[in-house]
């Protein structure tokens, strides 16, 4: 029933028009000279939930900021994975989950939720804290507050939750936080067409590459 229920509401979210912001809204300043920005990566474009066809799974690597082939997905080269309806459950890899795509292979990877402003994340939780407290994917929240986006059934807004970051421990055990923007073309601030492109996802993160726990982006 879950799965049918996400992807009716995932159908809405691209067959409506959407409305949800007025021509003074602004679009964000992703750049901050630290973190990497991914703009209007491709997932299973041109597929919808009524084709009948799953969606193909995409990995993404945080240290090359690249997607990795699919024949690695037991490896350690790639740290999410873009799954499901309209590849917007995102999956870390961890060899010890089964939801996991890298289930078998040898990944780390969990997931923190902290709401907070990407910007004020500056340190990464203790290893003991993604243990207890670590989820394995994240989608859209159906309200128990651990997705990147929700919708307004009176309006079928599809809408990226604010002050919301992601904190990721990597497949090797190192540390990045994520701030995930959109999964439009262009992320637009309106989206007013019913034919508008997607799934193309827009999103920024820092990796910290020298194993610490410091995420500061300032």
């Known amino acids: 029933m ?7 509401i995932m159908l809405f979210i691209l067959l409506i028009t959407f409305v949800s912001c ?3 809204e602004v679009k964000p300043d992703l750049q ?3 973190s990497t920005v991914i703009k209007d990566l491709a997932g299973d474009v041109g597929n919808t939930v009524g084709s009948g066809k799953e969606f ?4 993404f690597s945080l240290n090359t ?12 080269e790639w740290d999410i994975a873009f799954t499901k309806e309209y590849n917007s459950l ?3 890899n961890n060899g010890q989950v089964n939801v996991s795509p890298g289930y078998g292979g040898e990944g780390a990877g969990r997931i923190i939720i902290i709401e907070k402003p990407y910007d004020k994340v ?3 939780p ?5 243990t207890a407290n670590g989820i394995p994917n994240f989608g859209w929240d159906a309200g128990n507050g651990v997705g990147w986006f929700f919708y307004d059934l009176k309006t079928h807004i599809a809408v990226p939750v604010k002050n919301r970051t992601f904190v990721i421990r990597t497949a090797e055990g190192k540390y990045a936080k994520l701030e995930m923007v959109s999964m439009y073309k262009g992320a637009p601030a309106t989206v007013s067409d019913l034919n508008w492109p997607a799934p193309y996802f827009t999103f920024r993160y820092y990796l910290q590459t020298d194993g610490s726990r410091n995420l500061s982006t300032n």
Request: positive net charge; glycine residues 2%; aromatic residues 10%.
């Open 32 to 34: 901050d000279n630290k």
């Open 90 to 92: 995102i999956v870390a």
């Open 2 to 8: 879950k799965t049918i229920k996400y992807q009716l």
């Open 56 to 59: 193909e799974p995409f990995y």
């Open 122 to 124: 500056i340190q990464a």
């Open 65 to 76: 900021g690249a997607k990795v082939d699919p024949s690695k997905k037991l490896s350690t």
């Open 126 to 130: 203790s290893d003991s804290e993604f």
């Open 22 to 24: 007025t021509k003074d």
